[in-house]
């Protein structure tokens, strides 16, 4: 009796684990394809955004974000400080537990 439940257990903590194991194997086949072995489509998407990324470190912040983003976003915030007290709502809180 205790032999069966045992080794049921272990069949079906034997296949939790093997499909885990085939999605990690998935998952990492495409992490670790190189630039050069990717399709067109993935390619430029990578591209586009490594172009992204180094405009928005140069702009200090969105790209192309006209004045009406500026106002919305300033809007937004004035109203969820209202809302949710005072405060740099632009940064994580920091927490600290004692």
């Known amino acids: 009796m205790i032999l069966r439940q045992i080794l049921r257990l272990s069949s079906l ?3 939790a684990v093997s499909i885990h194991v085939r999605r990690n194997i998935g998952l990492s086949a495409i992490v670790f394809n190189k630039a050069k072995e ?3 489509v ?3 998407f990578l591209d586009k955004i490594r172009e992204y990324n180094t405009k928005s470190k140069q702009a ?4 192309d974000a006209g004045p009406d983003f500026q106002k919305d976003m300033n809007e937004s915030l004035a109203r969820l400080q ?10 994580f809180p920091e927490f600290k537990f004692e």
């Open 82 to 91: 209202r809302a949710y007290g005072e405060g740099d709502l632009t940064k």
């Open 42 to 44: 993935q390619k430029l």
């Open 38 to 40: 990717l399709d067109p």
């Open 60 to 63: 200090g912040g969105p790209v």
């Open 13 to 15: 903590f034997h296949s």
